[in-house]
């Protein structure tokens, strides 16, 4: 496992951007699948982008796709999230994940194997 703490959460409203982080310890964070997830008030937790551990390829939500963008730099052990045309539908709370995840479990929703998780940062769209 790692430990992880997301950072970049705020306050933005409704057609704005934000960039989250989410720094990783230990050394072995390049070997893992990283996802971001995301829950609202009321809600279940949600899949809302993963990146393959080499940062070669990419997976999103149908909710968010062409607006958000995974990617990760392995030298610093970090994966962002940019969040382009943000909605108020956006506002939740975003967390970051690791595991040791097949790429094929990915595309099929299936998260079992994200083991590690960070605490969140609160994104909140204003209308």
């Known amino acids: 496992q790692v430990q992880l703490v997301e950072s970049g959460g705020g306050l933005v409203q409704a057609g704005g951007s934000l960039r989250l982080s989410c720094a990783a310890s230990?050394?072995?964070?390049?070997?893992?699948?990283m996802g971001w997830f995301r829950q609202a008030p009321g809600k279940e937790r949600e899949f809302v982008a993963a990146?393959?551990?080499?940062?070669?390829?990419?997976y999103y939500a149908v909710s968010v796709k062409g607006r958000f963008t995974i990617s990760r730099d392995n030298a610093k052990n970090t994966v962002y999230l940019q969040m382009n045309s943000l909605k108020p539908e956006d506002t939740a709370v975003y967390y970051c994940a690791a595991g040791r995840v097949p790429w094929s479990m990915v595309l099929d929703g299936v998260f079992s194997g994200m083991d590690s998780w960070g605490k969140g940062t609160t994104v909140t769209v204003s209308a």
């Open positions: 990146i393959y551990y080499s940062g070669t390829t990419t």
């Open positions: 230990g050394r072995l964070f390049s070997t893992f699948t």
